[in-house]
């Protein structure tokens, strides 16, 4: 299967909404690519369209199976889920992040609220998420 690179900006928080903000888990995080119209021509998996805005998509690392911060009304085991979570946003560069007690999942605060990073994907998943190595 062929992989198209996307550049743009990691997003954990959104500084005119942080309560709003995305909910990085261990194997999912936000994405503001450079280029929105690369997004949208990437083959649709499921046939459902990409869930693409203004501010980004989600985007679901393949391979990487992460107890969720989040499942329904609950959580799976929580301090692996959050151990997880802690170590990919460690790995993609923030620094000094901290969480809202409630909703226990909103970045409060964040050395930084984007990096500039990029992905390599395969397609858009049966949730609207960009698929990426």
Avoid: W
């Avoid at 996307?6 to 261990?26: A, C, H, M, S």
């Avoid at 329904?72 to 929580?78: F, N, S």
């Amino acid at each position: 299967m062929t992989y198209m690179l996307l550049r743009g900006y990691f997003v954990i928080r959104y500084p005119d909404r942080p309560r709003e903000g995305p909910e990085p888990d261990g194997n999912t995080v936000k994405f503001r690519p450079d280029a929105p119209a690369l997004v949208e021509a990437l083959p649709r998996v499921s046939g459902r369209p990409p869930h693409l805005d203004a501010r980004g998509i989600s985007v679901r690392l393949e391979a990487a199976d992460a107890l969720e911060t989040r499942f329904g009304e609950t959580h799976q085991e929580l301090a692996g889920a959050n151990a997880a979570r802690d170590a990919l946003l460690r790995l993609l560069g923030f620094t000094g992040v901290t969480y809202f007690h409630d909703p226990p999942n909103m970045v409060e605060s964040a050395d930084q609220d984007s990096l500039r990073g990029h992905v390599l994907t395969n397609g858009i998943d049966a949730n609207g998420r960009s698929c990426s190595a």
